[in-house]
């Protein structure tokens, strides 16, 4: 069927395939960029994604990689921006672990994941939850089993403890000690907990 003003085999209405686009590796190997190019390109890149957001070595490698560029390129641009400290993975680890714990309550076993997670070694997240010691955790948790326990004020005392133990464990606390601040928190709340069992 020919639609007015379309031309015999215009093609119109057709999808037109895109021939895949070459990675900044494959443009080097044929010879359509110098290395000295390709460090530019990602020189800028780096830069924009460090812009937007700080990042841990691991990130901006797998981000880099995304983009096509290869490790001759990435692995020394990364090591000259660990030099000049535009990376830092132990100053992010430790703005992570402030963060995650002051703002959102997350407890060090969470925190862990997601250093983990975003590539840092073990040894640099260890130092950087060293911050966090038993009582910060446990305070950091008190505070907020309160504000989960003010939000289901007025509803059956096993959906309050279920919901907030629940919420308290997603944010990387051990079942026991989320229980027992949830114990304290209904009990400062005026709810009956003396029937509740302690935990181990």
Known sequence: ???RGEAPGSGVGKRRSRAPRTSVAERLDAGEITHEEALDSAREALLRILTA???SRHELEQSLARKGYPESVVTPLLERFDEVGLVDDAAYAGTIVRTRHGERG???RA???ELRRR???EE???EALDQIDADDERAAGARLAEKLIARTRGRERDVRIRRAVSSLARK???PGLAFELVRDALAA???ETDDLPFAD
Do not use: P
């Open 53 to 55: 957001a700080q990042k």
């Open 124 to 126: 640099t997240a260890v």
């Open 111 to 113: 925190i862990s994941a």
């Open 106 to 108: 997350l407890a060090r």
């Open 1 to 3: 069927m020919q639609y």
């Open 172 to 174: 990387g606390y051990a």
């Open 189 to 191: 709340d005026g709810e």
């Open 119 to 121: 590539g840092i070694d």
